[in-house]
């Protein structure tokens, strides 16, 4: 068990420089008949009654601040609902005399009632934002409390539950943010929120302080490194909590976006100067760090466009973005550390991303720094009931007001989504649940006028009044993508009931822009992502109208397998390199594009003509005298590479806009195999800016079985026409184009020699093949629930190794290594044919030598027929996958090759 979790400062938006980690080891025990409280568990000696025992007699201790769930919680007790209850001894530091210690809790799901010293201390009745203990009543500096809190969290309907429902995924209960001590003078800042003015070069600050006792207070706000000038007011303030409003400058401001993320640090000091209360030793009153970004962020027209644009800093911006579901697992809510963090924004800016839509959750603050830090747009989810109810209204409207009070400053958060899917919205479909959800829109607006705001994240065409006009689609087929796309573009217009519920909610002038989208759904299984990533991201950069996207997901979770990256952040593999070097996932979703307006890939005639609208879409730095360069690859059906056809077209694109370059046309090679037209775009430095390509399957239908070549023969046979096997149960497309099989064992085939071949006369025989290990199951990351369609993409981490033996007519020819059962983009013609999508092998070649040439021509000669046989040997064990040439990454059936004859 860890000793001390989550070192870091917990709360960045409101920083003190004295605090106390009470992060680590605390006492727990279940409470599943939910009569701790009747048994006296929150007094001060428990033993007696029984506390921190578990149902088999044994003390717990569980590692804070992970969801009791979770593994590194030290419980990990997954399917328990209900009361949690923890304890600790908690010490004042005797350095902090003269001032109060409190108590912070910076989430506990979902409910909290907080004793100490076995007198009740606080309730909190929400799972994700903080709360606060003044321990001064209860004990001074030195001496030492017992806290004990309990946690019940049943993930009931009416509250924000988010996916923490049975049908989602593993819950978050109890504490599962830091908990830490900090001192505060009796008169304290609560919060500071921040409205920059960029226009007129300056802040507004709404300070919220506590005042012990009435009198004269100072309030000044600074810079530690001077970036604007200090500003001192003085206040008469009353007894209580209140607010101070100051003004200061902020002179030649630097803006804040991800490509330069510049943050000013806030110090904010509060002093009583009449009367003087009793301050620590440098008298400096209450003292508190913020920090804060000068950047707008609205919605408006552009270069006399009739659709509006999302506008960072004045200037339209594209959302490049993932769905962010911000779980671990190993924390699941909760972050392992801060590093684990700091690293999923890192990821997001190495993937080309510049937003991340965090996924309805209200996250760990320390999020919200990393993006504000590295430059990470954010869309920030409240999470969803699952039921309409007033109570669920009220839950959710006092939650809504605190979420945006806390993260007001992030430059990163740009807009609120309220609701997701009308989750929890059971009312939406009467005039009262669409009302509620404009006066949430409306009070949302209220309470932060400086960024935008979504009613709903629709699935359902849905809107009501919203900021943004956005929409989800899951489809895995490119026609049917192409037509859902193009019909939301074309019956987007102001007046359109199209995307509302209609009446007197329709569309006004509210950008265009994707919130989710994927090939691959939640529940389609563990599979490859990278085919349709690129064939729809390509089908939403070709219409201008569209502002942005949200690419279902940032990674995986448990067992919904389409992320980026596998749920603990190892890297897949996605294969575009292999087409066009250099190229990854960055590459397109970089802010400049290139692409074709056609099917990833699609069957040709040899020798017909290729053509296809070329686009490039530029949303990206001044790009000068552009070329988009383009070259045509082929590999023919022996797996032979060359380049059949390149050359350059120059561009001048339009900023904030997609420009048309004619189409992109030329004739294919004269022959079967597969062709891939590869472009770049490159700026007018000789910079990269974008690559991208679509594959062309050249075909007049099978090639000859039995070919004349200039060597000899070449024999060819299906993967699926196999005459005997060892295997009971091997896995055969209906086309014949793939045989699979786990574990050891052999496939053999049986050729014939062309007529007129003499046996004798044969100078070599070699055999050609695509092939690959088969891992089935073994590589499926979430083995305790599988759904859909499953062969995962490959991952740079975990291989499944085979090997296998060649051999003819009993004679072995060689032996090869593979090095795993991949399914990516390589495996463009598994994918396009539809044959275990996206998997391939490794091009191999098995040469007889001289003594086994001699062995199997004399067979031959004495009147036998070829028989060739694939054999994993039992140490091996890695299974084997075999491809024709429609299927995997090679446009090549197994061929012998019969040199001479």
Same mark, same amino acid.
């Given at each position: 068990?860890?000793?001390?979790?989550?070192?870091?400062?917990?709360?960045?938006?409101?920083r003190?420089?004295e605090w106390?980690?009470?992060?680590g080891p605390?006492?727990?025990?279940?409470?599943?008949?939910v009569?701790?409280?009747?048994?006296?568990w929150?007094r001060s000696?428990p033993?007696?009654y029984?506390f921190h025992?578990?149902?088999n007699?044994?003390?717990?201790?569980?590692n804070v601040?992970?969801p009791?769930?979770?593994?590194?919680?030290?419980?990990?007790?997954?399917?328990?609902?209900g009361?949690?209850w923890?304890?600790?001894e908690?010490t004042i530091p005797a350095e902090?005399?003269?001032q109060?210690?409190?108590?912070n809790?910076?989430?506990v799901?979902?409910?909290a009632?907080?004793?100490?010293n076995?007198?009740i201390?606080?309730?909190?009745?929400n799972?994700?934002?903080?709360?606060s203990i003044?321990?001064s009543?209860?004990?001074?500096a030195?001496?030492t409390?017992?806290?004990?809190l309990?946690a019940?969290?049943?993930a009931?309907a009416?509250t924000?539950?988010?996916?923490?429902v049975?049908?989602?995924?593993?819950?978050?209960?109890?504490i599962?943010?830091?908990v830490w001590l900090?001192p505060r003078?009796a008169?304290?800042?609560?919060g500071?929120?921040?409205?920059?003015?960029v226009?007129?070069?300056?802040?507004?600050a709404?300070?919220?302080?506590n005042?012990a006792?009435?009198g004269?207070?100072r309030? *000044?706000?600074?810079s #530690?490194?001077?970036?604007?000038p200090a500003v001192?007011s003085?206040?008469?303030?009353?007894?209580?909590?209140?607010?101070v409003?100051?003004?200061?400058?902020v002179p030649?401001?630097?803006?804040?976006?991800?490509?330069?993320?510049?943050?000013?640090?806030v110090?904010a000091?509060?002093?009583?100067t009449e009367?003087v209360?009793?301050?620590?030793?440098n008298?400096?009153?209450?003292r508190a760090?913020?920090?804060?970004?000068?950047?707008?962020?609205?919605?408006?027209s552009?270069?006399?466009?009739?659709y509006?644009y999302?506008?960072?800093?004045?200037?339209p911006v594209y959302?490049r973005?993932?769905?962010?579901?911000a779980?671990?697992?190993?924390?699941?809510?909760?972050?392992?550390s801060d =590093?684990?963090i700091?690293g999923?924004i890192?990821?997001a800016?190495?993937?080309?991303l510049n937003?991340?839509?965090?996924h309805?959750k209200?996250?760990d603050?320390?999020y919200?720094?990393w993006?504000d830090k590295?430059?990470?747009?954010i869309?920030?989810?409240?999470?969803s009931?699952?039921?309409?109810?007033?109570?669920m209204?009220?839950t959710f409207?006092a939650?809504l007001?605190r979420a945006?009070?806390r993260d007001?400053n992030?430059?990163?958060i740009?807009a609120?989504?309220?609701?997701n899917?009308?989750?929890?919205?059971t009312?939406?479909?009467?005039?009262?649940?669409?009302r509620?959800?404009?006066?949430?829109?409306?009070?949302?607006r209220q309470l932060?006028p400086?960024?935008?705001v979504?009613?709903n994240s629709?699935? *359902?065409?849905?809107?009501?009044?919203?900021?943004?006009n956005?929409?989800?689609?899951?489809?895995?087929n490119?026609?049917?993508?192409r037509?859902?796309v193009?019909?939301?573009?074309?019956?987007t217009?102001?007046?359109?009931?199209f995307n509302y519920v209609g009446?007197?909610?329709v569309?006004?002038?509210?950008?265009?822009?994707?919130s989710e989208?994927?090939?691959i759904?939640?529940?389609s299984?563990d599979?490859?992502?990278?085919w349709?990533? =690129?064939?729809?991201?390509?089908?939403?950069r *070709?219409?201008?109208?569209?502002c942005?996207?949200?690419y279902?997901e940032l990674d995986?979770?448990?067992?919904?397998?389409?992320g980026f990256v596998?749920?603990?952040?190892?890297?897949?593999?996605?294969?575009y390199?292999?087409f066009?070097p250099?190229?990854s996932v /960055?590459?397109?979703? /970089?802010a400049d594009f290139?692409g074709?307006?056609?099917?990833p890939?699609?069957?040709?005639?040899?020798g017909?003509?290729?053509?296809?609208?070329?686009?490039?879409?530029h949303w990206g730095?001044?790009?000068?005298?552009?070329?988009v360069?383009?070259q045509v690859d082929?590999?023919?059906?022996y797996?032979?590479p060359?380049?059949a056809r390149s050359?350059e077209?120059?561009?001048?694109?339009t900023?904030?806009d997609v420009?048309s370059?004619?189409?992109?046309?030329?004739?294919?090679?004269?022959?079967?195999?597969?062709?891939t037209v590869?472009?770049w775009l490159v700026?007018?430095?000789?910079?990269?800016r974008? *690559?991208n390509?679509?594959?062309v399957?050249v075909?007049?239908?099978h090639s000859?079985a039995?070919?004349?070549?200039?060597?000899?023969?070449a024999?060819?046979?299906?993967?699926?026409?196999f005459v005997a096997?060892?295997?009971?149960q091997p896995?055969?497309? #209906?086309?014949?184009?793939?045989?699979?099989?786990?574990g050891?064992?052999?496939?053999?085939?049986?050729?014939?020699?062309?007529?007129g071949?003499?046996a004798?006369?044969?100078?070599?025989?070699?055999?050609?093949?695509?092939?690959g290990?088969r891992?089935g199951?073994?590589?499926?990351d979430?083995?305790? =629930?599988i759904q859909?369609f499953?062969y995962?993409?490959?991952?740079a981490e975990r291989?499944?190794?085979?090997?296998?033996?060649v051999s003819?007519?009993?004679?072995?020819?060689?032996?090869?290594h593979? #090095?795993?059962?991949p399914?990516d983009?390589r495996?463009?013609?598994?994918h396009h044919?539809?044959i275990d999508?996206?998997?391939?092998g490794?091009?191999?070649?098995?040469?007889?030598?001289?003594?086994?040439?001699?062995?199997?021509?004399?067979?031959?000669v004495a009147?036998k027929l070829l028989?060739v046989r694939?054999?994993?040997?039992?140490?091996?064990?890695?299974?084997l996958?075999?491809y024709?040439?429609e299927?995997?990454?090679?446009p090549?059936a197994?061929?012998?090759?019969?040199?001479?004859?």
């Amino acid at each position: 068990m860890t000793d001390t979790p989550q070192k870091n400062y917990p709360r960045p938006y409101l920083r003190r420089a004295e605090w106390r980690s009470l992060n680590g080891p605390w006492r727990f025990a279940f409470d599943p008949h939910v009569h701790g409280e009747q048994m006296g568990w929150h007094r001060s000696t428990p033993e007696k009654y029984g506390f921190h025992r578990a149902g088999n007699g044994k003390d717990l201790t569980i590692n804070v601040p992970f969801p009791w769930e979770s593994p590194l919680s030290g419980v990990a007790a997954p399917e328990y609902r209900g009361a949690g209850w923890y304890e600790r001894e908690v010490t004042i530091p005797a350095e902090w005399e003269g001032q109060r210690a409190f108590l912070n809790f910076n989430a506990v799901d979902w409910s909290a009632r907080v004793w100490v010293n076995g007198q009740i201390a606080a309730e909190h009745d929400n799972g994700y934002l903080p709360f606060s203990i003044d321990l001064s009543e209860y004990a001074q500096a030195g001496e030492t409390v017992t806290v004990t809190l309990r946690a019940w969290d049943i993930a009931e309907a009416t509250t924000l539950v988010g996916k923490q429902v049975p049908h989602w995924y593993t819950y978050s209960s109890g504490i599962w943010q830091s908990v830490w001590l900090e001192p505060r003078p009796a008169s304290h800042i609560t919060g500071v929120r921040i409205s920059p003015d960029v226009a007129n070069e300056q802040a507004a600050a709404q300070v919220d302080v506590n005042v012990a006792a009435a009198g004269s207070y100072r309030l *000044r706000l600074s810079s #530690p490194d001077n970036s604007f000038p200090a500003v001192e007011s003085s206040h008469s303030l009353q007894p209580g909590s209140q607010t101070v409003g100051v003004t200061f400058a902020v002179p030649e401001p630097k803006l804040w976006s991800p490509e330069t993320p510049h943050l000013y640090d806030v110090q904010a000091e509060l002093t009583c100067t009449e009367p003087v209360e009793r301050v620590p030793a440098n008298g400096a009153g209450d003292r508190a760090t913020t920090y804060f970004g000068m950047r707008t962020v609205s919605r408006g027209s552009w270069d006399g466009k009739g659709y509006e644009y999302i506008l960072l800093n004045g200037e339209p911006v594209y959302l490049r973005g993932a769905l962010d579901q911000a779980f671990h697992p190993d924390g699941l809510h909760a972050y392992p550390s801060d =590093k684990i963090i700091q690293g999923d924004i890192q990821l997001a800016k190495e993937l080309g991303l510049n937003l991340l839509r965090c996924h309805i959750k209200i996250n760990d603050p320390r999020y919200y720094y990393w993006a504000d830090k590295l430059g990470l747009l954010i869309f920030y989810d409240m999470p969803s009931p699952e039921l309409d109810t007033p109570s669920m209204r009220r839950t959710f409207e006092a939650a809504l007001r605190r979420a945006i009070a806390r993260d007001f400053n992030s430059p990163s958060i740009i807009a609120w989504i309220i609701f997701n899917e009308t989750w929890g919205l059971t009312r939406h479909h009467t005039a009262d649940g669409q009302r509620w959800l404009a006066e949430m829109v409306a009070l949302t607006r209220q309470l932060d006028p400086t960024r935008l705001v979504e009613d709903n994240s629709p699935c *359902r065409y849905d809107h009501v009044e919203t900021d943004i006009n956005s929409w989800h689609f899951y489809i895995n087929n490119y026609f049917e993508v192409r037509r859902h796309v193009q019909r939301v573009v074309d019956e987007t217009f102001p007046g359109s009931a199209f995307n509302y519920v209609g009446g007197e909610y329709v569309q006004k002038a509210a950008p265009l822009m994707n919130s989710e989208y994927g090939g691959i759904a939640a529940r389609s299984g563990d599979t490859d992502i990278s085919w349709c990533f =690129k064939y729809q991201t390509t089908e939403l950069r *070709r219409h201008a109208k569209i502002c942005g996207y949200v690419y279902t997901e940032l990674d995986d979770i448990e067992w919904e397998h389409n992320g980026f990256v596998n749920y603990d952040r190892s890297a897949k593999e996605f294969g575009y390199d292999a087409f066009v070097p250099g190229m990854s996932v /960055a590459d397109l979703n /970089a802010a400049d594009f290139v692409g074709l307006d056609a099917p990833p890939c699609q069957t040709l005639p040899p020798g017909s003509e290729f053509r296809a609208p070329l686009f490039v879409s530029h949303w990206g730095a001044p790009i000068g005298q552009a070329v988009v360069r383009w070259q045509v690859d082929f590999v023919d059906r022996y797996g032979q590479p060359s380049t059949a056809r390149s050359g350059e077209i120059p561009v001048n694109p339009t900023c904030f806009d997609v420009t048309s370059l004619g189409d992109l046309s030329f004739a294919l090679p004269g022959e079967n195999g597969l062709a891939t037209v590869a472009l770049w775009l490159v700026d007018g430095d000789g910079n990269v800016r974008s *690559r991208n390509y679509v594959n062309v399957e050249v075909s007049a239908g099978h090639s000859a079985a039995v070919e004349r070549n200039d060597y000899g023969h070449a024999l060819r046979f299906r993967p699926g026409d196999f005459v005997a096997s060892s295997w009971d149960q091997p896995s055969v497309d #209906p086309s014949c184009q793939k045989f699979s099989a786990t574990g050891s064992g052999w496939v053999e085939y049986e050729l014939s020699l062309p007529a007129g071949v003499n046996a004798a006369q044969i100078r070599g025989l070699e055999l050609r093949f695509e092939a690959g290990a088969r891992a089935g199951r073994a590589k499926i990351d979430w083995p305790a =629930k599988i759904q859909g369609f499953n062969y995962p993409q490959t991952e740079a981490e975990r291989k499944t190794l085979s090997d296998v033996v060649v051999s003819l007519n009993g004679v072995e020819i060689g032996r090869a290594h593979l #090095p795993d059962d991949p399914a990516d983009a390589r495996g463009v013609l598994s994918h396009h044919n539809w044959i275990d999508p996206g998997s391939y092998g490794y091009l191999t070649d098995a040469s007889a030598n001289a003594d086994a040439l001699a062995a199997v021509k004399a067979g031959l000669v004495a009147g036998k027929l070829l028989r060739v046989r694939f054999t994993v040997p039992a140490e091996s064990a890695g299974g084997l996958a075999l491809y024709g040439e429609e299927a995997g990454h090679y446009p090549v059936a197994p061929t012998l090759l019969v040199m001479g004859g």
